[in-house]
């Protein structure tokens, strides 16, 4: 028996030992997804076939009911049993080979590679990557699962970008791979809007496939605030208008004006009538967008005339000493200043500063510092310079009462520190105030200065031949004036015309002895007084300059109403000093 199955073996061997492959599968490259046939041809051949992928059997003859992807294909008569795999696979990436059972023969190994094209690139943050202005940009795109490891560029404008590192990852199916790609820009290598495209390729995918992104580059708000008209006059209506460029959008508008925030204003447009406090207090508009504010602020051009920036103060000060001023005014288009003192055009100054050195009693007084803004507007102010020094008197040396009557004579004083004594002397008698016989004192003060009057009741004849002295005393010294009394002479021609009209004849018998009487009077001399009463010296000074020129024209008038007027000698005679 067992050499009949023997015998049976190798006559079976010898029937099929002429099989010969006419086709063999050969190593093959395909992209996953795609269909692909690895041939097998045995001609003649009606034994068994037997297809292997990695040396693992899939199915006998056409019978490949475990594997649904997978035919075989070919005329069975003539030997064909072509491996059809009508969707590749990863799984499907090995060695396949077919083997001819019973003629004991199989092909050689084909290598089937299967290559897989990268999933759809990703770049982080897209399709919009936000960045702030000044940031640089780190963009990174992956591409994942491909076989063999994809290769990413960068592409801007059309121009490959230069720069990017990648790395690779192998999955754990030790055949894929997924591949990172990171590109830095500066940032003033980027703008706002610009597209960038990843292009991820591999053998599988040649012309790759592309991921983009937008660049939006954030910002604060950029502001421009702008103002008219300009310039423009006080009082009229001037339009701020705030105008805007945000990434992201503007959130709200806020407006002050020198810090002070304006409330009523929400909006991108602020109207107002202006006033001079606009050209130093400058309005701001501030801008607020997602990432920030912005706060931009202008001055207006507003004409204006002069305001008072430093008001000048009055000053009062030593005899000899420096008097300084300071006047600032403001306005708008630039002013001009002028000191001046009250009452005098003589210009003391242009500047801000009025400096009077070594002051003297003279330069006391009003002074104005005036400012002038051209074709808009002028104003002034008005300062007084009080200078510390002796009593200045002064008074009509010659004063008129009537005969008979109240009579006054004044003096005028002004002092600095005002007059610690004010004496009036007249021959042996010193009164400071209050009443003495016929006469009285009385002093009054006012802005200007103090005036002192002497008050005499029922004016005598002696009275008009009577030197009186008005001194006055403070801590830097003393002044003194001498006055005299003179008989008003309205009255005197009155009495002229009424006797010259009613007795001219008759009083003429009485020239002679009138004439003596008067005469008598004449021989009196007027004596300087230098008088001592409660410790008051009281000395005249250069005040009877006038005497000898008074005394000529009083003997003139003299002699002519004597000749036309006998009787009025009677008043005129007391007038006559010598």
Known sequence: RQDVDSCGLMAYITKWASAVFTQQ??????????????????????????????GMALGVNRDLSGYPR???????????????????????????????????????????????PPEDPVIVGAPVVSLRAGDPLNLTCHADNAKPAASIIWIRNGQVLNGAMYSKTLLRDGRRESTVSTLYLSASNIETGQRITC????KAAPNGKDAVVTIDIQHLPLVNLSVEPQPILEGNLVKFHCSAKANPPVIHYRWAKGGSIIREVSGDTYEVIVDHSFFTEPVSCEVTNALGSTNISRNVDVYFGPRMAAEPQSLQVDQGSDAIFNCAWTGNPSLTIVWMKRGSGVVLSNENILMLKAVRQEDAGKYVCRAVVPRVGAGEKEVSLTVNGPPTISSTQTQQVLYGEKGQIKCF?????????????????????????????????????????????????????????????NSFGSDTEIIRLK????????????????????LIVLM??????????FQRNLKGVGLAKNDIRVEIVHKDHN????????????????????????????????
């Not at 997804?33 to 034994?47: D, E, K, M, N």
Request: proline share 5%.
């Open 70 to 116: 997978y035919d075989i294909v070919g005329d069975h008569s003539k030997g064909e049993y072509h491996l059809l795999i009508q969707r590749t696979e990863m799984q499907d990436d090995a060695f396949f080979e077919c083997q001819a059972i019973q003629a004991a023969i199989r092909t050689r190994p084909a290598r089937l590679t299967v290559l897989v």
């Open 413 to 473: 004083i002004r002092s600095t520190p005002p007059p610690d004594r004010i004496a009036w002397s007249w021959k042996e008698t010193v009164l400071e105030s209050g009443t003495s016989g016929r006469y009285t004192v009385e002093t009054v003060s006012t802005e200007e200065g103090v005036i002192s009057t002497l008050t005499m009741s029922n004016i005598v004849p002696a009275d008009f031949q009577t030197i009186y002295n008005c001194t006055a005393w």
């Open 199 to 202: 292009r991820a390729s591999n």
């Open 487 to 506: 008989e008003q002479e309205s009255l005197r021609l009155a009495v002229i015309i009424g006797v010259a009209v009613g007795a001219f004849l008759a």
């Open 547 to 578: 005497a000898a020129r008074e005394t000529e024209e009083h003997t003139a008038i003299k002699q002519m109403m004597v000749i036309f007027d006998p009787l009025l000698i009677l008043y005129v005679c007391p007038m006559t000093k010598k």
């Open 25 to 54: 599968p050969t190593d093959l490259v395909v992209v996953a997804g795609q269909p692909v046939t690895l041939a097998c041809s045995i001609p003649g051949y009606h034994g068994m076939v037997l297809w292997l992928r990695d």
């Open 512 to 521: 002679g002895t009138l004439g003596a009487f008067c005469c008598a009077r």
